[in-house]
Every structure is written in C-alpha cells, then in structure tokens.
C-alpha cells in the first residue's frame, strides 16, 4: 500500500491512522548520512535557551552556555548526539564576547571568539556549519559580521569583519573537539546573511553570502553581489559572482536573510524569489514579489520541506496590538504570486517582533513572536503540515510558549541550519500491504516486504535485509535507498477490542488551583495501570507534568497520554505605593509583568508604562487568562529648587532628520566636562537603533542605513 507522506520523522495523522516516519537513524548510504536531521535534533539560541526534538516533539533544554540575539548555529552528530554549538562571534567593543562552546557547554579548545574573530551575536544568519565533504570528524564553520560593527565608535574593522571560516577537529579531546584552522577570511564586506546547501553530487556543498558595500557606504543603491562557493573535500573554492538585481530604487528589498529550498531548486533573499542550479552553483531568474508588498521587506519567509510552497509571515502593527498574516505561495504554479492563500489572520493584543521561521526535524515550520517588550517570554507558532496546501497545512499561532520563569531576554532566531537536511520526497515505489488488525487471541506471524534489489534497507527494528518478520503488535516501517533516490512505506499491525477504545483528552493547561479528573469509562474487568503507579479507576491531577494510562483487557493494550500544565497569575509590578515627583518633571509606571496579556490603567489606558505628570492615584489591573493583579500608587507635586544645576544635561525632545539644514540631528549638549559617558536609543518595540560613547557624536536618525519611522524613541543616558 503505497501512502502519501505529507511530513517527515514522527507520527502524522492520515485519514484514521498514523504514519510512522522515522529518524533516519544510520543511513546505509552514505550520501544521505551525513545529512541525517538528527543532525539539527538540538536547537541552542538566545540567553541560554534551547530546544530538544530528541523525542520527537520539542522540549526545553535550557542548558547551554549561549548569549547571542540572532546570531547562533547548533551542529549535532549522525545519531543525535551534540556536538558543539555558537553565537558566531563577539562585539569589539566587547558588549559580548564569541564562543565556540563543546557538547559540556564549555569553550572548546581554540573556540574563544573574543570580540574581533568570526561575526557578530546581532547577525540575521551569523553562522552555519557543515561536515566537510569526504571526512568522518572534521567541520566546517562559517560566520558573517553585524551591521552593528560599523556603528562601533573608533572601530579597528572600517570593513566589519567580513565572512570567515573555522575548521573543527571532532575527534580531538575525547570528542569534545578543537580548532584547528581559525577566522580565514573569504570575503569583505559581508554582512548579516549567510546560507548554505548540499551540491548535487551529494557530497559537496555550496556556500551562499553577499557583499556589502551598500552598508559601508550607507546607501541601499550601491550594487552587491552574492558570492557562491563550492565546498568540496580539497577546501573552499573560488567564488561563482552573481549581482544582485535592483529592486526599487532607494529601497534596500534586495538584501534579506538567504533562505533555500531544501531541495536545492530555489531561494529567496530579500523580496525576491530566484532558480537556483545546485549543479552549477549558478543563481538566475529573480522573480520580484514586492509588487504587493508595502511594509513588507522585513516579513519572515520559509520554504516547506518538498520545496513546493514558500511561507510569508506578515506583520501589521496598529499602536498597541498587531496583526499576523500568514500567507502560503505555491511554487509550482504558473504566477506565483497571484497563488497566495492567506492561512491565517492572527490579532496580538500587543505589538509584536517576528524571529526568522525555522523547518525542524519533525516536519514542522516554526515561527518566534514576541511582544514589544524585552521581559515577555516568547511565543512560538506553528506549521503543522507546511507540505500541505490551503488551509491543510494548519497554522496554529502561540502553540507553546519558550520561557525560563524569569525575566525573559528577546532573541530573533532558532538558529541558521542548512534546510536541506529537512527534505523528504520519496520517490521510490515502496508497499508493505494494508494495516491489519488480530483478534487477541491469535499470534501474529507476518511477513513484511521491501522491493529487492536496492541498495540499502532500514527497517525499524534496525535490521537492514529486504523484509522483515514481525511478531508483535506495533508500527512498521521501511526505508529503502537506491542511486540516491529513496523511498519507504510503513503498516499498523494490531490487535482488535473495540471496547479498549479511550482518549484522555488533548494536553491541558490549568490555573493555579485548579485540578482535573481523568476518568475514561472502560469495561470493569479492564486493568489500568498509571504512569504514578495507580491502579485506580480514575487519577485526579493537582500539578503540572505527564500523565499515562496503560489498560490491559483480554491480552489486548492500549495507552494514551497528555500533558498538565499549569498557568499563574501575573506578577504585580513592584510600583512605591507613594511618591513624588517635582513639579514639571514626569514619572514612568512600569507595569510589565511576566505572563501577561493584557493591562487597564484606572483612565482606560491598555499599554504597560504609563506616563505620569501630575498628582494622583494611579492604579493599573495587570490580567491574563487565569485572573487579574492590580497594583496603585499616589503621586504628590513637589515645588523643587527651579535653579537647574549647574552641569545639567541639555537633550532636545524632538528633532527633524529630513536633510533640510535644521534641526536634523539629535545631540545631548552640557555645560560641563562629561566623563563615562554612554547613550543609547530604543525604538517603540525595544530595539536599539543607535549607542554612542561621545557625547559629540549624533544620530542621525539612521538605522540600518535607512531613515527611521516618525514616533517616539526612548533613551538612556550614563555620565559622570
């Protein structure tokens, strides 16, 4: 029986039953080993943070040493097991520091970055590493630098860093790896983005960056090129040019984070979509989408994993909520762009940052959202079937929340991983016969059979002959391999008791307090047994954690689990229940709470900081969906000395960047000697758009290269 595979590795529910896909745990051909997704089971990224897919779905694994914003890349080896993982470089100025750890979260030996060798923490794609070709232990490391370098006061790199790479010996130090070759330069300028794929021959690889004079010389019409370079078992090869197109003029929409499909057929950088020749290496046909995109240059897009549809995660913020729209592309159609489905259309209550969507082993296309402030856990929305056209594909915005129990730190990125390890697309005929299913009281004796005469077998059990003897209850599957096509099929074999047929409910989440009953109406004589060790009828649950029941009737077995989690209130803000303030100053209440989802100020205000400036009661009630805090405080005026001191700072509250001569800069003036001083600018959603450590020094106005949006930004100024 030949079955359509919509999503590798792990269960996916099609029709009425589930089809087993595996982990390709040991490749018996070895083109397709050294590009086992086990290879990206491990995800490290952010302040610490990490997931595990070990287990098929992701886990928390918050054990890493990892500081990073964007920038990081997680490397593991053929049968899962880590390897070593980075943030791809440091800051000069030495706000972060480069690592290299090993699979102890330690510095490997040579994997100290400092802040001047690799890329840089705030790159879109600061780092990607593969194996090199025609080697068991030794990688391939590659980094590309920040924007941020060219904004770093008496900067020694005038050209950033450039993109370089490291060569990483596995096998030395017990398997906790060295470096062997350090920060070998490849290109300058480079900056921010940076991706790669397997070759078609299997073996070697193709590295896509781009040059970045329009950065160094601040203007997105200066013209770039991508630099494409084949990776093979003798180094890194001389480079394949290819200019990037014009898009609009004074728009930079030709730049942007270098996604690939994982088949190698295409990618797409910046807003436009191009073929690309794994063969040759050689990038042709840009396709520019922007014809019906506005503000949409900064949209995350992901290719699916059989590389016919591009995903666009569009953001739309309208003051304190956003929009999310989530379109699918159908590249195999004739006008690519009028095939857009809009998936979805999600309401934030709050201003929200996208991250860059990241395939994952299980099939699925994972996509970071976070409020507009730095201390909001973030939350991760998902693709569930993204080999799936229309609504199939079923996107499920906020499907689980990434947090520590802490304040939480923004990051922007899982991680940069070569996507073609994500592609499944069997095209060898493979059929293992219909499901079937045993009275209990039989013996199950069947005869599973593979297609003779491929190259190589894999069957679950591990066994690797052309068929296989199954004696048991269970699933079954088979993956073969030949001239590097592959192939495979799986059946259910089971055993019949309809009366057996339970369900203990969907995972749950509870309030504190709450508890929940599990009581599944069986037959009397049935024997359950709990994964706490009851053998009661039913459970009460009254904390967080796995629960499972196992019922045994007549020699037949069935299971189900869920998971209990538990929600809490907010945490009331830590506001001084009274205070003054002098008379024409301002007073900021800071009601950002952790968990969170929305607050109500005593005037109808619904944003987190309030801005006080006059006297009062101010009250705020901070609520998510399990109840409400309310926290208040008295503000008095007080008539201070109005003789300003003697060294005040003198900082303007608006300027105008509009190039006509006045007013276009913001500077901070004092009367006096200013020493240890440092400044930095946020926008609205809490990124840093300019720091200094000069006073003298100004901002224009610029981020990026490019003007920034009308509003309000907010500062912070130190100095002695």
């Known amino acids: 029986m030949v079955r359509r595979w919509i999503t590798p590795y792990y269960m996916t529910i099609v029709g009425k039953r589930c089809l087993l896909i595996v982990l390709f745990v040991g490749y018996c051909c070895s083109s397709f080993a050294q590009d086992s997704k086990l290879r990206a089971i491990h995800w490290y990224f952010g302040s610490q943070y990490g997931l595990d897919f070990g287990n098929g779905t992701p886990e928390a694994d918050n054990t890493s040493s990892i500081q990073?914003?964007?920038?990081?890349?997680?490397?593991?080896?053929?049968?899962?097991?880590?390897?070593?993982?980075?943030?791809?470089?440091?800051?000069?100025?030495?706000?972060?520091?480069?690592?290299?750890?090993?699979?102890?979260?330690?510095?490997?030996?040579?994997?100290?970055?400092?802040?001047i060798l690799g890329g840089g923490t705030s790159a879109a794609q600061g780092c990607i590493t593969f194996k090199k070709p025609g080697t068991e232990d030794t990688y391939y490391l590659f980094t590309v630098d920040e924007y941020e370098t060219l904004s770093i006061p008496e900067s020694t790199l005038p050209m950033g860093k450039g993109c370089n790479y490291f060569e990483i010996n596995m096998a030395a130090n017990g398997g906790l790896g060295r470096v062997e070759q350090s920060n070998i330069n490849l290109l300058s300028p480079s900056f921010e983005y940076i991706s790669a794929t397997l070759h078609a021959n299997c073996k070697d690889y193709w590295l896509i960056v781009m040059t970045g004079h329009h950065a160094i010389n601040n203007d997105p019409d200066v013209p770039d090129s991508f630099y494409v370079f084949q990776v093979t078992e003798n180094g890194v090869q001389a480079p394949i040019k290819t200019p990037l197109p014009q898009g609009e003029e004074g728009l930079d929409d030709e730049y942007g984070i270098i996604k690939i499909a994982p088949d190698g057929s295409r990618l797409f950088c910046g807003a436009f979509l191009y073929d690309f020749d794994n063969q040759a290496g050689v990038i042709s046909n840009p396709l520019n989408m922007n014809t019906e995109l506005i503000a949409g240059l900064e949209d995350p897009l992901a290719f699916s994993p059989n590389s016919q549809y591009l995903y666009r995660f569009r953001r739309e913020n309208l003051d304190t909520m956003a929009n999310i729209y989530v379109l699918?592309?159908?590249?195999?159609?004739?006008?690519?762009?009028?095939?857009?489905?809009?998936?979805?259309?999600?309401?934030?209550?709050?201003?929200?940052?996208?991250?860059?969507?990241?395939?994952?082993?299980?099939?699925?296309?994972?996509?970071?959202?976070?409020?507009?402030?730095?201390?909001?856990?973030?939350?991760?929305?998902?693709?569930?079937?993204?080999?799936?056209?229309?609504?199939?594909?079923?996107?499920?915005?906020?499907?689980?929340?990434?947090?520590?129990?802490?304040k939480d730190r923004r990051f922007l990125s899982f991680g940069n991983f070569t996507d073609h390890i994500f592609a499944y697309q069997p095209v060898l005929p493979v059929d293992l016969g219909p499901d079937q299913a045993f009275d209990c009281?039989?013996?199950?004796?069947?005869?599973?059979?593979?297609?003779?005469?491929?190259?190589?077998?894999?069957?679950?059990?591990?066994?690797?002959?052309?068929?296989?003897?199954?004696?048991?209850?269970?699933?079954?599957?088979?993956e073969v391999f030949s001239n590097c096509e592959m192939g495979g099929d799986s059946v259910v074999l089971s055993y019949m008791d309809e009366e057996l047929d339970f369900d203990l409910g969907p995972d749950t989440a509870l309030c504190e307090g709450e508890m929940l009953l599990l009581?599944?109406?069986?037959?009397?004589?049935?024997?359950?047994?709990?994964?706490?060790?009851?053998?009661?009828?039913?459970?009460?649950?009254?904390?967080?954690?796995?629960?499972?029941?196992?019922?045994?009737?007549?020699?037949?077995?069935?299971?189900?689990?869920?998971?209990?989690?538990?929600?809490?209130l907010p945490i009331a803000p830590p506001f001084a229940p009274d205070t003054s303030i002098c008379l024409g100053e301002r007073l900021l209440l800071d009601a950002q709470a952790e968990l969170a989802d929305a607050y109500l100020w005593?005037?109808?205000?619904?944003?987190?900081?309030?801005?006080?400036?006059?006297?009062?009661?101010?009250?705020?009630?901070?609520?998510?969906?399990?109840?409400?805090?309310?926290?208040?405080?008295?503000?008095?005026?007080?008539?201070?000395?109005?003789?300003?001191?003697?060294?005040?700072?003198?900082?303007?509250?608006?300027?105008?960047?509009?190039?006509?001569?006045?007013?276009?800069?913001?500077?901070?003036?004092?009367?006096?000697?200013?020493?240890?001083?440092?400044?930095?600018?946020?926008?609205?959603?809490?990124?840093?758009?300019?720091?200094?450590?000069?006073?003298?020094?100004?901002?224009?106005?610029?981020?990026?290269?490019?003007?920034s949006p009308s509003g309000v930004y907010a500062y912070l100024i130190q100095y002695t």
């Open 68 to 115: 990073t914003f964007e920038s990081s890349c997680t490397m593991s080896g053929k049968n899962g097991e880590l390897l070593f993982y980075t943030n791809g470089g440091g800051r000069e100025d030495g706000s972060n520091r480069g690592y290299i750890w090993n699979r102890n979260h330690q510095p490997m030996e040579g994997g100290d970055l400092g802040g």
């Open 519 to 568: 009581a599944p109406a069986l037959p009397a004589e049935a024997r359950l047994y709990w994964s706490d060790g009851s053998l009661a009828p039913a459970l009460l649950i009254d904390s967080a954690g796995w629960y499972a029941l196992e019922v045994e009737l007549d020699y037949c077995f069935k299971e189900d689990s869920l998971e209990v989690s538990y929600n809490p």
């Open 602 to 707: 005593q005037n109808g205000s619904n944003t987190p900081i309030y801005v006080v400036d006059q006297a009062g009661t101010y009250s705020v009630t901070i609520s998510n969906a399990c109840g409400d805090v309310t926290a208040s405080s008295s503000v008095a005026i007080e008539t201070c000395d109005p003789e300003p001191p003697l060294c005040q700072l003198y900082i303007p509250n608006i300027f105008t960047p509009n190039d006509d001569g006045s007013n276009d800069d913001f500077r901070v003036f004092s009367r006096c000697e200013v020493q240890d001083f440092v400044l930095h600018i946020f926008d609205r959603w809490g990124e840093e758009v300019f720091s200094t450590q000069d006073i003298s020094q100004v901002w224009d106005g610029r981020f990026r290269g490019q003007g």
């Open 328 to 406: 699918q592309y159908d590249l195999y159609a004739a006008d690519i762009a009028a095939s857009a489905i809009l998936l979805d259309q999600t309401q934030f209550q709050q201003v929200v940052v996208f991250g860059t969507p990241q395939l994952a082993p299980d099939g699925r296309l994972y996509l970071p959202v976070q409020p507009n402030a730095y201390n909001f856990p973030t939350f991760v929305s998902v693709v569930q079937q993204p080999n799936v056209r229309g609504q199939g594909a079923n996107f499920i915005p906020n499907d689980f929340t990434i947090t520590k129990g802490q």
């Open 441 to 478: 009281q039989d013996s199950i004796h069947q005869v599973l059979r593979a297609p003779a005469g491929m190259d190589c077998y894999l069957w679950s059990d591990g066994s690797t002959a052309d068929t296989l003897l199954a004696t048991a209850p269970g699933d079954y599957w088979v």
